[in-house]
């Protein structure tokens, strides 16, 4: 089976910058997609970023494009998401996810497509 562990979430201020990292240990594959979702308390949980983990091809939320970089490094089993010029609204919990499916279209976005999550990290921006 598949477990991913997140790091590197914290405190920062607004306008700064935050690199999240997740490590997938197990069985793993080389047509997995992986990415990142994010919970604020009370809400439900968002997509972010996703990355295809055979080619590299990358998807983000509207919110978060031109600011967040999805990456990969193969030969660690590990998912990267590079946070700049962050906001207050992008406090969250954000959880590493994974899918052995081949997705297609919209599928990317949503939670039912992916079915191994880590634990989540804690990533909080002061104003």
């Known amino acids: 089976h598949v477990q991913l562990v997140e790091s590197g979430g914290g405190l920062v201020q607004a306008g700064g910058s935050l690199r999240l990292s997740c490590a997938a240990s197990?069985?793993?594959?080389?047509?997995?997609?992986m990415g990142w979702f994010r919970q604020a308390p009370g809400k439900e949980r968002d997509f972010v970023a996703a990355?295809?983990?055979?080619?590299?091809?990358?998807y983000y939320a509207d919110s978060v494009m031109t600011r967040f970089t999805i990456s990969r490094d193969n030969a660690k089993d590990t998912v990267y998401l590079q946070m700049n010029s962050l906001k207050p609204d992008d406090t969250a919990v954000y959880y590493c996810?994974?899918?052995?499916?081949?997705?297609?279209?919209?599928?990317?976005?949503?939670?039912?497509?992916?079915?191994?999550w880590g634990q989540g990290t804690q990533v909080t921006v002061s104003s």
């Open positions: 990355i295809t983990w055979r080619d590299g091809s990358t």
């Open positions: 197990g069985r793993t594959f080389s047509n997995f997609a």
């Open positions: 996810v994974a899918t052995i499916l081949l997705l297609g279209g919209d599928s990317y976005y949503y939670t039912s497509s992916y079915g191994y």
